[in-house]
């Protein structure tokens, strides 16, 4: 078995994941392959032939992807892995490390956020948004400004005596080859994170945190003409957490609880709507607004 860390677990895995810091850390999670067992052992032969199709409850998922794998998760603490035939295991560590262990985290009862994140002056300052939208990258150029990434794309938020805080997940974030040139990274040199996706994971060369980060900001990233930064209300802050969550961003509908986590977060910390140009010759401008505005407090509205 591999030994590894991520998103605050200790990870026992049968198959290797180099993305994840290999650390003797317990056994939270345990995963294993299961080759002699088949989809339909757990699935109709009807969901076999959709892309993909997800069953999902707090207690057990089921998550097939065609011609991949079937994933089942199980009480946030077992991942079991039904490979399709020669399916490349770079494939299987694509769905595991994000979408899998997304819902696992939500199994164990946490608000996972679609969101990535850096460490600024000891504080996570967290950029969500529908896919697409630059969170990567957002968080990508403020490491090029000298700020850790604690997480990119799966963002688990634990509650604790009153305050909020993020559990970091692995030191990798995806880059696409505009925004890894306009960067001053080698986009050919970065390891593919899925065969037909264009983008490569950018490894920081940074030492990770192992430690929940509290929350300092929640930005909600939309694209604009002219930058600004404006506070949301509780009521509007509840409604982007949850659409920018799981489960609601595997189409699933929120139970109580997570209606319940968004609420308890909206009331402990202001979101803020982050409106920026979507051109990566103004992200330096983008960075030093965030950083003013994090400078000021409350106190500051942005408008420029």
């Not at 009862?109 to 957002?138: C, M, P, Q, R, Y």
């Not at 920018?244 to 595997?250: E, G, I, M, V």
């Not at 409106?275 to 994090?294: F, G, S, T």
Request: proline residues 7%; contains cysteine.
């Amino acid at each position: 078995m591999f030994s590894y860390f991520a998103y605050g677990l200790g990870i026992q895995s049968e198959i290797p994941i180099p993305e994840f810091i290999e650390a003797e850390w317990g056994c939270d999670v345990i995963l294993n392959i299961e080759s002699s067992s088949h989809p339909t052992d757990y699935l109709p032969q009807t969901a076999m032939e959709e892309p993909w199709c997800l069953k999902l409850s707090r207690e057990e998922a089921l998550f097939h992807v065609k011609d991949v794998a079937l994933f089942v998760v199980k009480g946030g603490r077992k991942i079991a892995i039904v490979p399709a035939e020669d399916v490349s295991e770079q494939l299987l560590r694509f769905y595991l490390i994000g979408t899998i262990m997304g819902i696992l985290l939500y199994q164990r009862g946490l608000l996972v956020l679609h969101a990535s994140v850096v460490n600024i002056d000891g504080g996570a300052v967290a950029f969500l948004g529908v896919s697409g939208e630059g969170k990567s990258s957002t968080a990508a150029a403020f490491h090029t400004h000298g700020y850790d990434i604690i997480t990119d794309d799966v963002a688990p938020v634990k509650f604790s005596q009153g305050s909020a805080a993020i559990a970091p997940g692995f030191p990798q974030i995806k880059l696409g080859q505009e925004v890894a040139t306009a960067l001053g990274y080698d986009f050919e040199s970065l390891p593919l994170v899925h065969p037909s996706v264009d983008k490569r994971g950018y490894r920081p060369k940074q030492e990770f945190l192992q430690t929940p980060l509290p929350i300092q900001r929640i930005y909600v990233l939309t694209s604009s003409p002219e930058f600004s930064i404006e506070p949301l209300q509780v009521q509007e802050a509840v409604v982007e957490l949850s659409r920018h969550s799981r489960p609601a961003t595997l189409f699933h509908a929120p139970d109580a609880q997570h209606f319940f986590q968004c609420t308890t977060l909206a009331n402990k910390c202001t979101l803020y709507r982050l409106k920026r140009p979507r051109n990566l010759a103004q992200l330096p401008d983008l960075i030093k607004i965030v950083e003013e505005h994090i400078a000021s407090g409350d106190r500051m509205t942005v408008k420029i």
